[in-house]
């Protein structure tokens, strides 16, 4: 799954996904946003549900 950005969950603000960082300048975790589209064409909706949902979801520590 390709990954569009990363935004903080509080005050919505955006990284660009090069940028490895777990935590918004505000102290606020940040989540994974996905490009779903990108995603669509590619995987096919039997193959998602296949898959675990914890496995997409982001790790926090
Ligand atoms: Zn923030």
């Known amino acids: 799954m ?3 950005y990363l935004q903080c969950v509080r005050c919505g603000r955006k ?3 090069g940028e ?3 935590r918004c300048d505000c102290g606020e975790s940040l989540e994974i946003v996905y490009d779903y ?3 669509m064409g590619r995987i096919s909706w039997d ?3 296949g ?3 914890g496995h997409w979801r ?3 520590s």
Do not use: D, G, Q, W
């Open 2 to 4: 390709r990954v569009k």
């Open 15 to 17: 990284y660009p996904k």
């Open 20 to 22: 490895i960082r777990y």
């Open 37 to 39: 589209e990108h995603a």
């Open 47 to 49: 193959e998602l549900r």
């Open 51 to 53: 898959r675990p949902f």
């Open 58 to 60: 982001y790790r926090e």
